[in-house]
């Protein structure tokens, strides 16, 4: 059976994965209004993987018998002044969730919860990931520049990425 401290805390990351997930939504919505369809389905991916980070917490709560508390979710910012700037936010996401993963192992360790200690280490690792290729297109993005002709080629390099494995029991891409 899972504490309640650590209850809670996961109960909290299900809201910052799916916040996550919203943020990216909106950063979705905004590449679309601006004709960069590629860079939408890149960040359409990573929404679908927030979705399932925050179903493998909804489950490791469910499987050890406590229960799951849906929390409000936080308005997304809906413009940005460029693509760039945008992918600049999702990468600053992106650290202040590993903040959030790090925050968690410390709850696991401090409460002696194993099993969440366990099941934690693969955020740890995928954190690592989600900052990297964050970072990486902000970097190219950078390169560009004003390149009208290099923001079409970044938005169908972007739109190749493969969609996101589909989430059993809390499994992600
Ligand atoms: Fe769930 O990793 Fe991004 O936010």
Redesign the pocket.
């Known amino acids: 059976m899972i504490g309640k401290r650590m209850q809670d805390a996961m109960n909290e990351q299900i809201k910052?994965?799916l916040e996550?997930a919203y943020l990216y939504l909106s950063m979705v919505a905004y590449l679309n209004a601006e004709g960069l369809d590629g860079m939408a389905a890149w960040m359409t991916v990573?929404t679908q993987?927030?979705i399932a980070?925050?179903m493998r917490f909804f489950s490791h709560i469910n499987e050890r018998s406590g229960r799951v508390e849906l929390l409000p979710l936080a308005q997304p910012k809906k413009e940005w002044a460029s693509p760039l700037e945008a992918f600049k936010a999702a990468y600053a996401?992106?650290q202040f969730?590993s903040g959030t993963i790090d925050d968690l192992v410390k709850v696991a360790e401090e409460e002696n919860d194993n099993p969440a200690k366990i099941m934690l280490q693969w955020?740890v690792s995928?954190?690592v990931e989600?900052e990297d290729s964050t970072r990486k297109v902000v970097e190219l993005l950078e390169r560009i520049g004003d390149s009208g002709h290099g923001l079409v080629m970044v938005d169908r390099e972007l739109g190749a990425r493969p969609a996101a494995a589909p989430s059993s029991e809390g499994e992600a891409a």
């Open positions: 910052h994965e996550s990573q993987e927030e980070h925050a996401h992106e969730i955020f995928e954190q989600e």
